[in-house]
């Protein structure tokens, strides 16, 4: 097998973070999956895309620095800190990159806000750069759980634990909103981490254990609107979407099989599965009236894969009355000029 392990690289920038408030999150209530925090204990939850090039994009399909210097959301890690705030953990969602902060950067915060469990998106590209965060925080913060997630440590959870050389603890595998959220909860709890799906981990005795796999989530209305507010919106950008711009995720999974796109065959699985269409409105109203955005990005796969619904979403936003641009994913094979009208 080929190594999975690429050059390393390291970002020249060093510009300090800066301090953000806790996520403070009305009407969302608790989690109807999965055991959550019903004793409400204490736990910090911090999860991070970490240094490295300038313009780096982990979350897209193909991370890459873009050419035309995008830069987007982590917004895979944003839906999970929602999921952990939801549950009552005490939670910093923070994007490094955007920030343009240095790996020094990142371990002094790490060792003053001493989280209970450290969570770092990693990729293919900057794997080696991952590891080493999670080696300089361990260093800050020793008591830290932390894990790693993401595609490439989805396929390879055994390879990545052993390079790591203790420094990372977990991975979480696939699809990790509920996944990170019993982590937590299991650290805080002190109840173990075999009962916890969808992780593999290193036992103290040094033993690489993996747990059983985590169902996908089917009913995706469950998960909170994300705290985009831990953002700065005007630091993201692309030159296809008015700016300042949001991504909202309406739906997970997708039956193609581009061969540019790592997220269904890695991730999320070929299934559709997505949010009711009262659900995505309203989420998208909310944007809108929250923040000072000029356009809303769906970042399903393929937005018009099940058309009925793409329907009755393009119906609903009618309804609204109200300006609000919006764009998506799709093929020219997955779509009609009847609904390329309504949209």
Not at 46 to 54: D, E, G, R
């Given at each position: 097998?080929?190594s999975?392990?690429?050059?390393?690289?390291?970002p020249?920038?060093?510009i300090p973070?800066t301090k953000?408030l806790?996520?403070?999150?009305?009407?969302?209530?608790?989690?109807?999956?999965?055991?959550?925090?019903?004793?409400?204990i204490d736990?910090r939850?911090?999860?991070?895309?970490?240094p490295f090039?300038p313009n780096?994009?982990?979350?897209?399909?193909w991370?890459?620095?873009?050419?035309?210097?995008?830069?987007?959301?982590?917004d895979?890690?944003?839906?999970?800190a929602?999921?952990a705030?939801?549950a009552g953990?005490?939670?910093?969602?923070?994007d490094?990159?955007?920030?343009?902060?240095?790996l020094?950067?990142v371990?002094k915060?790490?060792?003053?806000?001493k989280?209970?469990?450290?969570?770092l998106?990693?990729?293919?590209?900057?794997?080696?750069?991952?590891?080493?965060?999670?080696?300089?925080?361990?260093a800050?913060?020793p008591?830290?759980?932390?894990?790693?997630?993401?595609?490439?440590?989805?396929v390879?959870?055994?390879?990545?634990?052993?390079?790591?050389?203790?420094?990372?603890?977990s991975?979480?595998r696939?699809?990790?909103?509920f996944?990170?959220?019993?982590?937590?909860?299991a650290?805080a709890?002190?109840?173990?981490l075999?009962?916890?799906?969808?992780?593999?981990?290193?036992t103290?005795?040094?033993?690489?254990?993996?747990?059983?796999?985590?169902?996908?989530?089917?009913n995706?209305?469950e998960?909170?609107?994300p705290?985009?507010?831990?953002?700065?919106?005007k630091?993201?950008?692309?030159?296809?979407?008015?700016y300042p711009?949001?991504?909202?995720?309406s739906?997970?999974?997708?039956?193609n099989?581009?061969?540019?796109?790592?997220?269904p065959?890695?991730?999320?699985?070929?299934?559709?599965r997505?949010?009711s269409?009262?659900?995505v409105?309203r989420?998208m109203?909310?944007d809108?009236?929250?923040y000072?955005?000029q356009e809303?990005?769906?970042?399903d796969?393929?937005?018009?894969?099940?058309r009925p619904r793409?329907r009755?979403?393009?119906?609903l936003i009618l309804q609204?009355?109200?300006?609000?641009?919006?764009?998506c994913?799709?093929?020219?094979?997955?779509?009609?000029?009847?609904?390329?009208k309504?949209?």
């Amino acid at each position: 097998m080929p190594s999975i392990w690429p050059g390393r690289r390291t970002p020249s920038h060093s510009i300090p973070s800066t301090k953000r408030l806790r996520a403070e999150v009305a009407d969302w209530g608790p989690s109807r999956c999965g055991f959550w925090n019903p004793r409400g204990i204490d736990m910090r939850v911090a999860l991070i895309s970490p240094p490295f090039l300038p313009n780096f994009c982990r979350s897209q399909r193909w991370p890459v620095v873009n050419r035309t210097r995008a830069q987007r959301y982590p917004d895979w890690l944003a839906y999970a800190a929602g999921v952990a705030i939801q549950a009552g953990f005490e939670v910093e969602l923070r994007d490094f990159i955007a920030e343009e902060a240095s790996l020094a950067d990142v371990a002094k915060w790490c060792g003053e806000w001493k989280p209970g469990l450290l969570v770092l998106d990693a990729t293919t590209p900057s794997i080696y750069n991952d590891v080493e965060c999670a080696r300089l925080c361990k260093a800050a913060s020793p008591e830290t759980h932390v894990a790693l997630v993401g595609p490439h440590v989805s396929v390879y959870p055994r390879e990545t634990l052993l390079e790591a050389k203790g420094a990372v603890d977990s991975i979480a595998r696939g699809e990790y909103d509920f996944t990170i959220r019993d982590l937590a909860a299991a650290l805080a709890g002190g109840t173990g981490l075999e009962t916890v799906e969808g992780i593999t981990f290193r036992t103290a005795a040094g033993e690489i254990v993996e747990n059983r796999a985590r169902a996908p989530i089917e009913n995706l209305d469950e998960i909170p609107v994300p705290p985009w507010h831990f953002f700065d919106v005007k630091k993201y950008r692309n030159n296809t979407y008015l700016y300042p711009f949001l991504d909202q995720i309406s739906g997970r999974g997708c039956p193609n099989r581009c061969t540019f796109c790592q997220w269904p065959q890695v991730m999320h699985g070929r299934r559709y599965r997505y949010c009711s269409p009262e659900r995505v409105v309203r989420e998208m109203v909310e944007d809108f009236e929250r923040y000072p955005i000029q356009e809303v990005f769906f970042e399903d796969d393929t937005l018009t894969t099940f058309r009925p619904r793409l329907r009755q979403i393009c119906e609903l936003i009618l309804q609204q009355k109200r300006r609000m641009i919006w764009s998506c994913n799709s093929r020219v094979d997955w779509a009609d000029l009847d609904l390329m009208k309504l949209m």
